[in-house]
């Protein structure tokens, strides 16, 4: 084949044309069902036992758009696409911003062995030591005082042991106060005075400009190891609960199903509402799951159970959607449930 200049130059351009749309990134993210993996290799407790079921983690895939990624997105069913800005808090990087939900990932699953442990009646000592500072609001107070990973131990001199303690204590004050604020950096001691402020979007409300997540020592027996890599957020909570518990009891709850589903979980075992639930729905389909907990939030319009219910009639899903408002709704839900056939 001979070659022109002309087809050279149209051929650079092509190639051109064709990176640019496959690698530039647009202020767009994206949104699409993710995975829905076997948490039996994620949660490994000590001397567990087995079951024939299975529970499992369902994520939210997420990317920020190229060009041709924006347009399939705009064809395929059950993909979002949200401004950057709407996604990524205003003044946090994409890097900051997920190294905050791994840090909320870890919560996550504390709150789920204090869960577990407590309903199987297990071993399980509970030390508080201050809150971690999960991000920094740029140009609110704390910025450039406070980092992420900074642990909060005193706030005038009063020790803080939860985050609900920091939040009271600076309800309490006025914008134009100054607090003293003790915290531990890279394992040194410091102090910083860090005045208040009203948050732009909520005038009614002050702060110097953090989000927290209490920081507890939680000390189980049987011990427990968590693989969970780079998943964030807080939504396999419940899940992660339900797989502990399993392991450490005897009895086979999963009664040889395979078992999906979402869900903030706190200290009580109430489980909470989450992003995605419809993506989450699709992902756990195409795995040929059986049974999938939603948060119900208390049967309110809109809620995750009814969302998922109507995405699972959509896709004419054979699952069963199961709407859980705590932990003990999902378990007594499986407590009473037939072996599987």
């Known amino acids: 084949m001979k070659f022109t200049k002309r087809k050279i130059v149209l051929y650079v351009l092509i190639l051109i044309i064709a990176y640019f749309l496959s690698t530039y990134q647009l202020p767009y993210y994206i949104q699409k069902p993710g995975r829905t993996e076997p948490l039996n290799p994620v949660v490994d407790v000590m001397d567990g036992y087995d ?7 369902v994520t939210v895939s997420g990317l920020q758009a190229t060009p041709i990624q924006y347009v399939l997105a705009k064809i395929m069913p059950h993909n979002e696409i949200s401004p950057l800005s709407e996604v990524f808090p205003e003044g946090i990087s994409q890097d900051d911003y997920m190294h905050a939900q791994l840090q909320v990932m870890e919560s996550s699953q504390e709150a789920s062995l204090v869960v577990a442990y407590e309903a199987a009646k297990k071993d399980i000592q509970i030390d508080y030591v201050g809150v971690y500072v999960v991000s920094v609001v740029e140009n609110m107070p704390a910025d450039g005082k406070l980092e992420t990973g900074d642990r909060i131990t ?9 985050a609900n303690d920091l939040i009271e204590l600076v309800e309490g004050k006025e914008a134009g106060e100054t607090i003293t604020v003790e915290f531990i950096r890279n394992e040194k001691a410091e102090s910083a005075e860090i005045g208040l402020k009203q948050f732009e979007e ?3 409300k002050v702060g110097i400009g953090i989000s927290l997540v209490t920081d507890r020592e939680v000390t189980v027996n049987p011990e ?7 998943i964030g957020g807080p939504s396999a909570g419940l899940m992660f609960s339900l797989e502990i518990y399993d392991q450490l009891t005897a009895t086979d709850i999963t009664k040889g199903y395979q078992i999906a589903g979402t869900g903030e979980i706190d200290y009580e075992g109430n489980v909470f509402r989450i992003g995605g639930i419809d993506k989450k729905i ?3 389909d195409r795995k040929g799951i059986d049974i999938f907990f939603a948060p119900n939030e208390g049967g309110k319009e809109g809620s995750n159970y009814k969302v998922a219910k109507q995405v699972a009639e959509e896709i004419e899903s054979d699952m069963e959607i199961v709407p859980v408002d705590t932990f003990s709704d999902a378990l007594d839900y499986l407590e009473e449930l037939s072996e599987k056939q």
């Open 282 to 284: 699709v992902s756990a």
């Open 51 to 57: 079951s024939e079921g299975e529970m499992h983690l």
């Open 202 to 204: 909520n005038l009614d």
């Open 224 to 230: 427990v190891d968590f693989s969970s890599g780079n």
């Open 154 to 162: 005193k706030i005038d001199d009063t020790e803080i042991k939860e």
